[in-house]
């Protein structure tokens, strides 16, 4: 059952403290699936070592704030401040409009990936997604965000174990999906999304359990820095395949780079502004903050043709999302330009 993300995801709250924190090599618990069902309100993250570095808040755009312009003129003129080109500074405590709405989109893009799984064990579609492609917003009933799904994507894990454990080795774990014409003209730009589905297999809870730390160019993802490592069941699970399965022929990795290419190539090299806005809870908030950084590491951002030059924008809205890897990790991601903003929760302390 899809949730009522308004109330849910951001609570009303007057103020809360806001913390800008950096990643680490300790990994998180798993999560469960759905959304942060009785938990304590969220506090929000950008993880960006130059916070010192943020315009003032004087220095934004007064469009966030103008009681005079639509929503939607707000968007198409302040999307790259929506999207973090400043680190989100002066807009989360309290939270700005505007950022909100984008949240509640993306975030329920994050939800409509659990919505759509099929883990009905006697279902012949088991594993796979229940609607089809071209059908798939609108079966959620989120044609309102005006977008087209133009890929699936499908995961595999090295883990080998009794077919009584597992009935499928390869699993729908979420799409790709680029804004329509007249979405593109409200947001500002063409936005290339990509929603990664959280923990529910039995093979994704092993994995997240695998938590262990190995160098990121060892599962052949570029690294300038040899000393960059991510926790090895998200890896895993983005870089596996398996040639016996036809899902898995490719694995995640090369399913969604050469989709994201190919759009890129389409509308960045058309003289569009394009931005890659990347989103996932739990899990999927793993395997997106990784592709972000694969994405920006590869190149895939930059784009030779008819458009400006300018790369376009990786944005990640993570929610409830473990740490992904050390230090060194953050530390690359912050210095390709990768936006992270993170869905925290922070436990009242009893005294």
Not at 115 to 121: E, G, T, V, W
Not at 124 to 135: E, I, S, T
Not at 146 to 155: E, K, S
């Amino acid at each position: 059952m899809a949730l009522s993300l308004s109330a849910t995801l951001l609570p009303h709250h007057p103020r809360r403290s806001t913390d800008f924190s950096s990643s680490s090599s300790a990994p998180a618990s798993p999560q469960t699936h759905g959304f942060f069902s009785g938990q304590p309100p969220p506090t929000y993250s950008a993880l960006a070592t130059n916070s010192n570095n943020k315009l003032p808040t004087t220095c934004l755009p007064k469009v966030l704030s103008s009681s005079s312009c639509s929503s939607h003129s707000k968007l198409s003129h302040a999307w790259r401040q929506v999207h973090g080109e400043y680190d989100w500074a002066g807009l989360l405590d309290p939270m700005d409009p505007l950022l909100r709405s984008e949240l509640i989109r993306y975030g329920e893009m994050a939800q409509s990936c659990y919505d759509a799984f099929d883990y009905d064990p006697f279902s012949y579609y088991f594993g796979g997604c229940r609607f089809p492609r071209r059908a798939f917003l609108d079966s959620l009933h989120l044609t309102r965000h005006g977008y087209d799904v133009t890929r699936y994507l499908y995961a595999t894990a090295n883990i080998r174990l009794p077919n009584f454990f597992t009935k499928s080795r390869a699993n729908w774990i979420g799409y790709v999906a680029v804004s329509d014409d007249e979405t593109s003209r409200v947001l500002g730009r063409r936005d290339i999304a990509i929603a990664w589905r959280g923990t529910v297999t039995r093979l994704e809870w092993l994995a997240d359990l695998m938590n262990y730390l190995k160098p990121v160019d060892g599962k052949k993802i570029p690294s300038r820095d040899p000393r960059v490592k991510v926790q090895s069941g998200f890896v895993d699970l983005y870089t596996e395949k398996d040639d016996s399965c036809h899902f898995c022929k490719y694995s995640a990795r090369e399913q969604v780079l050469t989709e994201v290419k190919r759009l890129t190539e389409k509308y960045d090299g058309a003289g569009e502004e394009v931005s890659i806005t990347i989103t996932g809870h739990s899990l999927g908030s793993a395997l997106a903050t990784l592709s972000a950084y694969d994405i920006a590491e590869t190149g895939l951002n930059l784009v030779e043709g008819e458009g400006s030059g300018r790369p376009a924008p990786i944005c990640v809205f993570s929610f409830s999302g473990p740490r992904v890897g050390n230090v060194r990790f953050k530390e690359r991601l912050d210095f390709l330009g990768v936006k992270v903003l993170s869905r925290a929760v922070t436990r009242p302390v009893s005294v």
